[in-house]
C-alpha cells in the first residue's frame, strides 16, 4: 500500500475502510510495517499480524503501562521484564470493541516515573523533530510514535502531565480527561488519586473519537463515573462570547520563544470572538511541590507488590526472604523508581506523615479550589503546556528538581482532577509549543470544541518525518 494513509487522520482512514477504499486488515498491516521501522525506541512491542476482526478504524499504539493479554505489558521496567497479563485493561478492551485493534505497546518512563522517557528499563525514546532531544515523558514512545507517523494515533496515561507535556514537546494533540473519566481497571499503578487515561493524536476530532470510546462507569473501577452523555464530536468553528483565563506567563522559566507563540494564541482567540484576561490561581505555584509528595507516597503503597515472588524476575538470594525482596528491588527498579520509592515512604512514615503527605493534601485542595474559583469569572484557563520546547537528552537527568519543573504548568490540573488538553499552537527554534486548555471537571465536550476552533485558526502540521 501507498503512503496515502500517512497523511490522513485517523478519523479520515476510518471513512476509507467504511466505504472500502481500503480494507481495515489493509490499514492495520501497512500500519504495522510502520511501527516495525520505527527507530526512534517508541515501539517495545509490535503485532505480528493483524487480528481476525481487524475493526473499522486504523489500529491504535497502546502505551506499556495498559495491560494486554498475552502481551508484554512491563510499564517500562526491568522488575516487569516478559511479563505477560491474563487480562486486558478496561480501556484498551473498549477501544477494542469498538473496532480498534492494538498495534503495539510504546515505550514510556519506568512505572510513568519522569518527564523526558529517558527513565525507562528499555532505552530512552528519541523525538522525531530532533534526534538529540527528549519527546517528553512519561507517555513519551506514544506521543513520539504519533508525531513520526508510525502509529496514526495513541493512548498513554497522565499523572502530572504524561500525555500533554510529550504532546506538546512532539507537535501533537494530548488529553488528560477529568478523573473518574476513564476506569483505571488494567492500567498498571502509579499514583491512583492522580492516573488518568487519555489520547494522543494528530488533531482534535481524533482525540473526541478515542474519548468517545475510553470514557464510561466500568464496575472494577469504583473511581470510574465516565461522562455523561458521552462526547460528541467537536464542530466549532467560532469562540463567541467565550471567556479565556491566562495564566503562568510571567513565570521567569518561561522562554520566550514560547510565550511568543502562546501571545499569538491568544491572539487568534479574540479573533475568533473569545476574550482573554489573566487570572491568578494562587497556590499552583505550589503544585510541583504537592504533587512530588502526595505522588511518591502513593507509588510507595501501590510499588509494594513488587517482591520477585509473585511476577516478574527473580533475584537469587540463596533461600533468604529478606535479601530476596531487596535485591529484587534493587536490580529490578531504575534510580528514579527507587527514590521516588523513598521519597514516598519518608512522607509517609511516622512523625512526619502530617508534616509532608497531609500538609500536600492540603494544598492540593487549595489548588482545586482556586479553580473552582477562577471558573466562575472564566469558562478556561489556558496556559503554555510546558515552559520550553523539547530539551536535550541528558540535559537534566542528573538534576532531578529541573526534571520536575518540566511539569510546572501540567501538574495543577490532575491535582484539582479537571480536564486538560494541549494543543500545538506554532514553533520555537524549530520545535513544537504546546497550548494548554484546561476547565472544570466533566467539560471535557466543551474544551474539545474550543480547541477544534482554535486548531483551525493554527492550521500546525505535526508529523515532523516520514
Not at 467504511?18 to 498491516?29: L, M
Not at 518512563?109 to 525514546?125: H, I, L, Q, Y
Amino acid at each position: 500500500m501507498s503512503d496515502e494513509l500517512l497523511s490522513l487522520t485517523a478519523a479520515e482512514q476510518a471513512r476509507r475502510i467504511e466505504s472500502g477504499e481500503v480494507s481495515a486488515a489493509e490499514a492495520f498491516d501497512y500500519w504495522r510495517g510502520r511501527a516495525a521501522s520505527d527507530d526512534l525506541g517508541a515501539y517495545l512491542w509490535v503485532a505480528d499480524e493483524a487480528p481476525g476482526d481487524a475493526g473499522s478504524f486504523p489500529p491504535i499504539a497502546v502505551k506499556d503501562l495498559f495491560c494486554v493479554k498475552g502481551v508484554p505489558s512491563m510499564a517500562g521496567s526491568r522488575i516487569l521484564e516478559g511479563y505477560r497479563p491474563p487480562y486486558t485493561a478496561t480501556s484498551v478492551e473498549n477501544l477494542q470493541n469498538a473496532g480498534i485493534q492494538v498495534l503495539g505497546k510504546t515505550n514510556q518512563d519506568e512505572f510513568a516515573m519522569g518527564s523526558s522517557n529517558e527513565n525507562s528499563g528499555f532505552g530512552p525514546v528519541q523525538n522525531p523533530w530532533d534526534r538529540t532531544r527528549v519527546p517528553g515523558g512519561s507517555s513519551g514512545g506514544s506521543a513520539a510514535a504519533v508525531a513520526a507517523g508510525t502509529a496514526p494515533w495513541a493512548i498513554g496515561t497522565d499523572t502530572g502531565g504524561s500525555i500533554r507535556q510529550p504532546a506538546s514537546l512532539c507537535g501533537i494533540v494530548g488529553m488528560k480527561p477529568t478523573y473518574g473519566a476513564v476506569s483505571r481497571y488494567g492500567m498498571i499503578a502509579f499514583a491512583s488519586s492522580l492516573d488518568q487515561c487519555g489520547p494522543l493524536t494528530r488533531d482534535v476530532t481524533d482525540a473526541a473519537i478515542l474519548l468517545s470510546h475510553l470514557q464510561g462507569r466500568d464496575p472494577c473501577d469504583s473511581t470510574s463515573l465516565g461522562i455523561e452523555g458521552g462526547v460528541a464530536l467537536p464542530t466549532a468553528e467560532r469562540l463567541d462570547g467565550l471567556r479565556f483565563g491566562i495564566w503562568g506567563m510571567e513565570e521567569p522559566g518561561l522562554e520566550p520563544g514560547v510565550a511568543e507563540q502562546v501571545r499569538a494564541t491568544l491572539a487568534k482567540i479574540e479573533e475568533l470572538g473569545g476574550s482573554v484576561e489573566p487570572i491568578e490561581l494562587p497556590n499552583a505555584g505550589h503544585g510541583i511541590a504537592a504533587y512530588y509528595v502526595i505522588a511518591p507516597a502513593e507509588a510507595s503503597a501501590n510499588l509494594a507488590r513488587y517482591d520477585g515472588v509473585r511476577y516478574g524476575p527473580r533475584a537469587a538470594a540463596n533461600g533468604d526472604l529478606t535479601a530476596l525482596y531487596e535485591e529484587t528491588r534493587h536490580d529490578g527498579f531504575g534510580e528514579e523508581v527507587r527514590r521516588r520509592i523513598m521519597i514516598g515512604t519518608y512522607a509517609l512514615s511516622s512523625g512526619y506523615y502530617e508534616a509532608y503527605y497531609g500538609t500536600a493534601q492540603k494544598v492540593r485542595t487549595r489548588i482545586a479550589q482556586d479553580f473552582a474559583a477562577a471558573f466562575e469569572k472564566v469558562d478556561f484557563v489556558v496556559s503554555p503546556t510546558s515552559a520550553t520546547v523539547a530539551f536535550k537528552l541528558g540535559e537534566r537527568t542528573q538534576d532531578p528538581l529541573a526534571m520536575y519543573l518540566s511539569d510546572y504548568y501540567t501538574v495543577p490540573m490532575p491535582l484539582a482532577g479537571i480536564p486538560a488538553i494541549s494543543i500545538p499552537c506554532g514553533l520555537s527554534e524549530g520545535l513544537p509549543v504546546g497550548f494548554q486548555i484546561a476547565g472544570p471537571a466533566f467539560s471535557e465536550a466543551r474544551i474539545l470544541d474550543a480547541a477544534h476552533a482554535l486548531e483551525k485558526e493554527i492550521a500546525f502540521d505535526g508529523v515532523p518525518v516520514r
